[in-house]
């Protein structure tokens, strides 16, 4: 190898390091402000302005990437679209976007991905990969869902009998896409509640995109729905692939939090 050379590391050094700078987060993420589940395209977007308002915020994601639907694009092919004026939120964050007709956008699914991504964390939120929420905590008297049930991927996966952690928030927010996993699993555990996920609809773009915003918002004390998670539980129309709604609708979420957490203080 010519030039410089790379300076020597002992393995322990390596291993330590992970381990503790991990263990130094997981202390802070124990109890934290909110909990996003998914790192989507909504879940990106919530938490690049929640923690943009300075509130802690962890983004859990049980893939090792991010992105969720948007690495696909359109039935693979590396585009997805955008309108007016969603397309805003991508221009605050530098995303490069082609104008085509009648403020429509067209976006590189890498571009929109990464772009989104940086946004979350530049604002101050923390990304874990590999974890999967599986189960809520909740308190009764009054109401509220006070934190998620964790666990990694690769045990689930595994199948083997290992007894989750738990991580306390303020809030929670699903960003979990079509299934609506966190509300879903809230309906089967706290029958109470009465919440059932039927599950969007069969196509229809605009009205999809109007509609997942409008849902867009608190499912029960503490529990929030964005993206395709709210349409799965109103049943309202899927869309393809355009993203305005998802960019708007993790906003919409992010900002309906900021109020409610400042609403009840600190
Ligand atoms: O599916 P996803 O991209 O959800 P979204 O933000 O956006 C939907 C669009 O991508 C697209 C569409 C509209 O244009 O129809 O599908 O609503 O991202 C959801 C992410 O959540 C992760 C999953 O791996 C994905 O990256 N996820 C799902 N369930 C869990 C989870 C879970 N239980 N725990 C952790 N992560």
Same mark, same amino acid.
């Given at each position: 190898m010519t030039g410089v050379e790379?300076? !020597?590391?002992?393995?322990?050094?390596? &291993?330590? =390091?992970?381990?503790?700078?991990? /263990?130094?987060?997981?202390?802070?993420?124990? #109890?934290?402000?909110?909990?996003?589940? !998914?790192?989507?395209?909504?879940?990106? &977007?919530? =938490?690049?302005?929640?923690?943009? /308002?300075?509130?802690?915020?962890?983004?859990? #994601?049980?893939?090792?990437?991010?992105? !969720?639907?948007?690495?696909?694009g359109g039935m693979l092919?590396?585009?997805?679209?955008?309108?007016?004026?969603?397309?805003?939120?991508?221009?605050?964050?530098?995303?490069?976007?082609?104008?085509?007709?009648?403020?429509?956008?067209v976006v590189d699914t890498a571009e929109i991905m990464v772009r989104l991504a940086a946004g979350a964390l530049d604002a101050g939120a923390k990304i874990i990969f590999g974890v999967a929420v599986d189960d809520v905590i909740y308190r009764a008297s009054p109401f509220r869902i006070v934190g998620v049930v964790i666990q990694w991927r690769a045990v689930d996966l595994a199948k083997l009998h290992v007894d989750p952690l738990s991580v306390k928030a303020r809030a929670v927010v699903d960003c979990t896409g079509h299934d609506a996993e966190v509300i879903a699993v809230v309906g089967r555990k706290i029958p109470e509640l009465r919440i059932t996920v039927p599950g969007e609809k069969s196509m229809w773009a605009s009205e999809a995109e109007r509609l997942t915003v409008e849902n867009t918002g608190e499912v029960?004390?503490?529990?929030?729905?964005?993206?395709?998670?709210?349409?799965?539980?109103?049943?309202?129309?899927?869309?393809?692939?355009?993203f305005g709604g998802m960019l708007f609708s993790g906003r919409k979420v992010a900002q309906m939090i900021i109020d409610d957490l400042r609403r009840r203080g600190s």
């Open positions: 790379m300076k !020597g590391i002992d393995e322990a050094v390596i &291993t330590r =390091a992970i381990i503790q700078k991990t /263990a130094e987060d997981w202390a802070n993420i124990a #109890e934290t402000d909110v909990v996003v589940v !998914g790192a989507g395209p909504s879940g990106l &977007t919530a =938490a690049e302005y929640l923690a943009g /308002a300075g509130l802690e915020t962890v983004v859990f #994601e049980r893939r090792l990437s991010i992105g !969720g639907g948007i690495g696909g092919f590396h585009k997805v679209v955008v309108q007016s004026p969603a397309h805003e939120v991508l221009k605050d964050l530098g995303c490069r976007l082609e104008s085509l007709a009648e403020e429509v956008y029960c004390p503490g529990l929030y729905a964005a993206g395709m998670a709210a349409a799965a539980l109103k049943q309202t129309p899927r869309m393809g692939p355009i």
